[in-house]
């Protein structure tokens, strides 16, 4: 059993709400092999909602209170996703859950590159706050482009 980010299997939760279905999430589901969880949701941010980035690192970082997660509207989000990751890990440990597909380029979910915190676009390295909290509990996590 996976855990999978929901907006993999069509749940319109992203910010924008445009959906990043896939066909492996949809056939991990239809399986019955695939729990799908989108922190943000949980942590109490339906969608729509605000674009937000990671400022001053990456998911690591925010955990260490080194980085914060912002809107573009300047709001500091931080708080909202750390609660969304912890829930996600409930499940996650709940569940038995040993690996995880995550949405590449999420504050939340990327597993190899998240936005750069200037809202321009620009990608950088680094994980996502779910992504950095799974892999601190030992959750191995991958991107939908690497399955
Ligand atoms: Fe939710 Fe993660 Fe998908 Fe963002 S990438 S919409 S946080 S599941």
Known sequence: ???ISACLIGCECRYDQKSCRT???????????AIPVCP???GGLPPPRPPAEIVGGDGFDVLDGRAKIVDNQGN???????AGAHQALKIAQTAGVTSAILKENSPSCGSSFIY????????????GLTAALF???????????RE
């Open 116 to 127: 750069d915190g200037t809202f321009t676009g620009k990608k950088v390295q680094g994980v």
């Open 40 to 42: 943000e949701q949980l």
């Open 76 to 82: 500091d989000v931080t708080d909202i996703f750390l």
């Open 135 to 145: 892999l601190r509990n030992g959750i191995e996590v991958s991107s939908e482009r």
């Open 1 to 3: 059993m996976k855990l």
């Open 23 to 33: 066909d492996l999430g949809e056939q991990l589901l239809s399986q019955g092999k």
